[in-house]
């Protein structure tokens, strides 16, 4: 089982990235996914989360309105659109994905079985 993410890179403040993530080895249509990220010196952290479907979507209470977590099972893949980079959004992104029974998604990476190995989101002010 193999997680790929991609998408990511330099941009200017104000800007726009979409990332992508492949998942391979199963199906993961059972899964929830998600998106962390890891700033240099800090913690990783949430960012979002998306359940089975996409019928249930989950932001970090501060990235709310800047973006936009969807995914399509046919193609094992989760994507993330980021508008309105800013400058302290610089980090390295992975993608998780996780079994969950009820199909409800969780910002605990601990929830999470699988991960990418990440790319990198720099965004210049």
């Known amino acids: 089982v193999q997680l790929q993410a991609s998408g990511g890179g330099l941009v200017q403040a104000g800007g726009s990235l979409r990332l992508s993530c492949v998942a391979s080895?199963?199906?993961?249509?059972?899964?929830?996914m998600g998106w962390f990220r890891q700033a240099p010196g800090k913690e990783r952290e949430f960012v979002t989360a998306i359940s089975w479907t996409g019928g249930r979507l989950y932001y970090a209470e501060s990235e709310k309105g800047r973006l936009t977590i969807s995914r399509d099972n046919a193609k094992n893949t989760v994507y993330l659109q980021m508008n309105s980079l800013k400058p302290e959004d610089t980090a390295v992104y992975y993608c998780?994905?996780?079994?969950?029974?009820?199909?409800?998604?969780?910002?605990?990476?601990?929830?999470?079985?699988?991960w990418g190995h990440g790319t990198q989101v720099t965004v210049s002010s």
């Open positions: 080895g199963r199906a993961f249509s059972r899964d929830v």
């Open positions: 998780a994905a996780g079994p969950s029974p009820t199909g409800v998604a969780s910002s605990r990476g601990s929830a999470y079985y699988y």
